[in-house]
Structures are given as C-alpha cells and as structure tokens.
C-alpha cells in the first residue's frame, strides 16, 4: 500500500535540490558562514506545511493547483497570477541550463577541450535535446530511476562535511540561535534560500503528481509520510552543502587577507566545497551532480508549467497526446527549453546572477501562491473535514508575511541604497 | 429587448435600475439562470443581481430591458427568493472556468464564456466559448484592444453538446443534462474522458449514467480508475453496474480487488448464478485463457436439425454476446465439434447438426497464456476459440477481441475500437 503512493514527495525532494538550490545554499555557506544555518528551521517547517497542504489538496479534490485556482478565482485572477509564474518558471528553467553551462568547462578541461565557450555551447544544446527526448521518448521509470541513483551524489556533500572537520559547537550554536543581519546580500540571500526551498513551481508540480498517481483519501496517511520526508531530505543536504561550504571556503576565507581569498565568480568555484573528499576530482564530482540536478530538473520543469498553463486554460495537455491535439502545450513546452537554454548560451551571460535572481524571484512570489493556497485549501465546501488545522494556518500565514516583509526590506534597499549597507 | 446577439461575460457586471423616473440603481448583475438546461437553445429564465441587500433574483418577465444605455431594466425590484440550485443551472457559478465535456469533439473542455442569443425577443444560451477568444474578452480585451477580439477565432460548442461535469454546487438539473448527452458517446470514448477527470468527477458522473451505459464505459476503463470509482459509488450501485458488464471484465474487475471487496459486491449480485460464475473466472490468472475467457457462449445439441436449432438460436442470442460459432456439447457439456453461423445458415433446414459440424477441434487449456491464445487464434483464422478442461469440457471461449487487447500495449489498446458490441453477459446459453 504504501509503495503505490510514495514518490511524489521524494522526487519533489529531488527536484528541489537543483542547480538554484545546490549554488544558493554554497553560496550562502560561502559567504556567509554558518550565520544561516539557522533559517534552514523555520524554512524545513515551512517546506512540509507547503508540500502537505498541496498533497491534501491534491488527494480531495483529486485536480491540480491551477485547476483549482481558475475555478475558485477566475479568468483574471488566474491569468495575472499564472503569468508571474510563468516568468518565474522560465528564470527557473534558464537556471538550470546555466548550471550546465558553468560546468561545460570542467567536462571539456577533462578531455583536453580548451574553449570554455564551445563547450558551453555544446554541452547546452546536447542536454536540451536530450531532456526533450527523455521527456518525450524514454519510459519514465527507468529514467526517474537513473536520476534517483545520481542524486546519491549529494551524498558526497555529507561525507565532505564530515571530513573537513567543521567546527561543529558552533554548527549547532548556529542551527539554534537566529542571527539577523540588516545588509543588503544577507536579506537577499534569506528571500533567495526560502524562494529555493519553497519554490512556487513545486507546489503545482507536487499536487500534479498525487493527483495522476490517484491517491485517495483513505491511503493519505502514506502520501503524506513520503511528503513530509521529501521536505526533510531535501533540507537536510541543504545543511550538509551550507556547512561544507562554509567549512572550506568561507573558514579559509577568513583567515587570508583580501587578495588570496577563493572568490565565488563562477559557479565551479564552490567545488572547493568537495576537495576534502574528491581531492583534484571535486570539479569532476561537482559538475557530474550539477549535471544531474540540472537535467532532472530541466526534464520536469518546463513540463509541469506547460502543464498547469494548459490546465488552467482548458488546453489539451499532457505527453500522451499528439502534437497537432495538444500544439499550445507543446508549443509551451518547447519555447521554454529554446528560452532558457538560448540565454545561457549568449556569449558573457551571467550565469551566477541568472541563478541567484530566479532564487530571488521564486521566493518574492512565493507568498502570492501561498495566500491562494490558503484560501483554497481553508474552504470548507472544497475541502469538507480536510480543511487546515489551526497550527498549520499560523505557519503558512507566518510565511507570507516574513517573506513580504524580507521582499519590503530588500525592495526598500533596492530603492534607497543607504539601507542597512 | 435590445440585446443583440452576444456573450454573458458582456452582460455581468451591468448596473440593474428600476424602470421609472431617475432610474434607480438595484445592483450589479452577478449571474443568470436557465430553468431547463436540457433545452437545445434554453431560454435564460432569470438574473441574480448582487444587491446592498445581499444577492436578489428576477425572474426574465420582471426584466424590460437588458441593455438600455448598458444598463439592465426592471419593472419591479428584485426579490429574495434564491432558487435551490438543484432547481436551475446558474450560468456563471456552475460553468462559467468550470470543465465540460464537449460531447461533439469527445474531450474535456474549460467554458471560457458562454454565448446568448435574442430570438424575437426571448435570451436563449446557444453555445459555450472554449478558445482564446473568449478568454481575452474576460481579461477585458473589449476595451484595451478593441480591434483584438474581431482576429481572434473563435471556438464554440453548441449548447446541445455542452455536458457540464465540475462538482462544486452539485446540481441534480445538470446531472441529468450531463447523462443524456454523455450517453451519446461511444463507450470507449466515456471511459476517456471519465479516465481525465478526478476521482469525485469520475463517480459523480458513472453515478448519473444508466447501469448499462455505465458498465459499457467501465470496460474500457483501467483497473485503477475502476477501483476509485467503485469506491465511491458504494457496493449496491457498484454491484449493478458489475451485473451488466461482460463476464470476461467483470472477472478482471473483481480480481483487482481485495477479498473482502470482491465478496461484498459478489453478495450484493442479484443473479446468483452469474455470481458464482464470476468467482469462478476470478480465480483464472488475467493474463491466461481463463482470465480472458467470457461464459457467454452459446451451446447447442448435436441431434438437432438446423431449423430447430436456428428457432432456438433466435430465441437465445439477444441475450448472447457472441454466436458466431456455436458449440456442439453433450450433456456433460464435452465439447463435440463447433459451427459457425455461416454453415448453419446456408445448411438444409432438414440436416442434423453432428453431421454439418467440424470435429477437428482447436482449443486451449485454462491456464494457456495470452500470446499463445492469440496465436492460435491467428493461425487458425478464428473469432473465438474454446477454453477445455482437462476432460474435454467447455469452461468459456476468449474472442479475438479479447485476445487482441491481452497483447498489445495498453496505450495502443485505448484508441482501438471493440470489433464486436457488447452488451450480453448472460452466461452460456444453452439449447437443450
């Protein structure tokens, strides 16, 4: 019984840990120590309540998220919100190319190809043929399962944490006492963790996948078990990354004057995280799970989009149906692979602010799809019994308003640059 | 009334005032009604307005006028008088972003608005929009970009094909618009669009069908679905729609689920001998000639003439599913010889069966495997072929048809039409 509804969860899970939460959680360790350690918390907490509301949701109406929205809030409401996210998905669908690209030159140094930018350009294109042919193609079981065994590679996070040696009084002193800091790169690194983790694509993707799995509300128990500890793998290598991250390359930065320090410019640069363990292999070792994180991803994502897009909108849908039946979906579909892989491929695009800004993005939009979420999911002639308890109510809504006050706080710093610099 | 031909989202929102000196403002118009959906064009019989008061309705013959100066005309305010939603179908809260099934072009459709008609002087709904058109004229494209609307073809469906499903509000008037029109697709093509919808959808609209026109559907359905539904339709409705699929399905059906649900539906079959026929077929393995096998066959006697057999015949196979061949048995039902048809059409009226029937028997065992049915079936070019037992007596036959969708791919099977009709599930039929 439980077998046949586990899965939505863990490879929501796996999704989430993709380019944009792999470079946003070294980048927070990086730069800014353990200091952040603590959010990973209050955003695990958040991240089940999200992933379980969606779930239940999923499982009592039995439709989508989109579904939901255009039925309960109309044309405009749904053509606004949704338009959003679209930008969202496509920065979203771009970071995962650009993850790609930033480890073209790792691969192409490994077999003696010298041109960053030819590698970069073939390594993209060659995924985004391949993500449209698995998508379309391959039998999904198979695949899903040569993803799961690639993401053990996060693994190697956990054991480079440990060998490192952190300091680890101060890890948990950390974890357990919030530090805040008011400087412009702290605030945004918070929006940009919390819109990572939660990112608002995963809540459509998530529902969409326990509604065409049919779990019914008599097996919810199960499903939810498989959500709950999605979110928490998902968090807990989020912790191994910042700390391992932290341990080298921030620790070292510390203790070298300006100019010897390791400089986060490129996305390899925090393979160095990996060094412990890998050696003169971490670049290799990273990019192969980069690699990974961005094709798992880049082969769902586009995918749910379009998915919810056409849904919303009462387009035929889905990879089963023809070309000439379902043209908006797939018209959808591939605009998305060309757009985000196009971007990267612009000679001197900034790939690290591609990513870190999608971040920045999903976690400024999140309170948008979280206050539809609880509108939805508290009323009562949709959700009969299965309506939000009272604790979950007070941390989703906590949510919202810590993230609107972050995105204030950050749009304020954006307008009056004195703020807190 | 001066409305010409136009759409609903057009009329929504319109300022309603009573008729009279200063035209007093009531409210805004949030809704309309329609007393008789079933209607081909149904006349639009009242509009909810959203009032200081609350929400009030007017009947259409309290209404003068619906666009003078953009305004809609009452003679007399409205009332508060809701109407039971069961009573009528309210346009805008039951369909307009809900799905419908498009009966004419077979799929799930989302109404993006709906189009109304002035026929000599009565507003009747003709059709839904389900294209871009009807979504940038919500999204107000009329006043931002008026030359838009006028490029952008438009996609309608014709009211009489419109079968709404969503179950928000649950009405019993569209319930019954939703059973006559989804009733007039083909059985494979409702087990589609029931195999979308969610698992509420599913069993609120196998609940509003008839048993047989829910049993056709439910033989196309995947095992999956069947089961979700079942669940949700409670074992009494479930047990009637089981009694009129074909044995072959039904056994399939059953075999899917646990003990305890299998007894409970087989308890509740009125026939008893069809049920203990069915458990019977449960405990074949589906994917060998005994799960594939139906009971539904017809026997005859091998000392009869052709006249008395064919007499028999006509007065047994409506109930039958499949009497192409028939099956000459001895009283054990030992499997003699078999007849088509053809031979038995084109045969003496005068002549005996056993002398007309072919004795070089082709058969399989129960526990034959699918691929090794389905060749047999090919290499002797045959519509059904008999299931034995070890002593030579006749268990049930599998027809090609049966044959075919146990070995292809599942997708392929869905889109492949049922060479043979079904409708019998009587279990063998005899003429003794």
Known sequence: MFLSVVGPGIITANADNDVGGVLTYSQAGAQFGYSLLWLLIPVTLALVVTQEMCARMGV?????????????????????????????????????????????????????????GLCKTVLVVACAILVFFVVTRANRDVVERIFFVLCTVYLSYVVSAVIVHPDWKDVGHQMLFPHFASSKAYVLMIIAIIGTTISPWMQFYIQAAIVEKGVRESQYGASRVDVISGALVTDIIAFFIVVSCAATIYV??????????????????????????????????????????????????????????CEAFGFERGIDRRLGDAKVFYALYLSFIVIGAGVVIVPNAPLLGIIFYSQVLNGVLLPVVLVLMLLLINNKRLMGTWTNGVAFNVIAWTTVVIVSVLTAISTAQLVFPQIGS | MAFRDGYLSELIGRQAVLDGPGDVAVGKVVDVYVGKPDDTFP????????????????????????????TIVLRIPPTERPLPDDRALFLVKDLFDKQIVDVDGRKLVRINDIEIANTGGTLRVVAAEIGVAGLLRRLG?????????????RTLIAWDNVAPISDLNPSQVRLSVSESRLSRLHPSELAEIIGDLSAKDAARIVGSLDDETAADAFEHLEA????????????????????????DDAADLLGELDEVQRAALLAKIEDRAYADELEDLVEYEPDSAGGLMTTDYVWIYPHRTTAATIAKIRELAPESEFIYY????????????????????????????????????????????????????????????????????????VTVDDAIDAIIPEKIAHSLPRFVRHHGRRPSTGSG
């Open chain 2, 141 to 153: 494209a009329r006043r931002l970009a008026p030359g838009l609307l006028d490029r952008v073809p």
């Open chain 1, 252 to 309: 070292h930065n510390v203790a070298l004057p300006a100019g010897h320090q390791i400089q986060v410019n490129d996305v390899s640069d925090v393979a160095v995280a990996l060094q412990p363990l890998a050696g003169r292999f971490a670049a290799l070792l990273f990019a192969i799970g980069l690699l990974n994180a961005a094709l798992f991803t880049a082969s769902i994502l586009p995918l749910s989009t379009a998915y919810y897009v």
């Open chain 2, 326 to 397: 028939l099956y000459v048995t001895d009283d054990r039902r030992k499997l003699l010889g078999t007849i088509s048809l053809r031979t038995l059409l084109l045969a003496l009226p005068t002549a005996f069966i056993h002398k007309l029937m072919d004795s070089d028997l082709v058969s399989v065992a129960a526990d034959t495997s699918a691929e090794d049915v389905a060749s047999t079936i090919a290499r002797y070019d045959l519509l059904a072929v008999p299931v034995l037992d070890d002593d030579g007596r006749m268990l049930g036959i």
């Open chain 1, 60 to 116: 009592v109406t039995g439709k989508g998220l989109a579904d939901l929205i255009r039925e309960n809030f109309g044309v405009k409401v749904t053509f606004w919100v949704l338009l959003l996210f679209v930008i969202c998905d496509l920065g979203n669908t771009a970071t995962e190319f650009a993850g790609i690209a930033s480890v073209a030159p790792i691969f192409g140094g490994f077999i003696g190809i010298a041109n960053a």
């Open chain 2, 43 to 70: 006349r639009i019989d009242g509009i909810v307005m959203s009032t200081r008061g609350g929400q009030m309705q007017s009947p259409i013959h309290d209404v003068i006028d619906v666009d003078r100066a953009g």
């Open chain 2, 224 to 247: 999956d679905v069947q089961q979700s539904i079942i669940a949700d339709l409670g074992e009494e409705r479930a047990a009637d729609i089981i009694e009129e699929m074909d044995a």
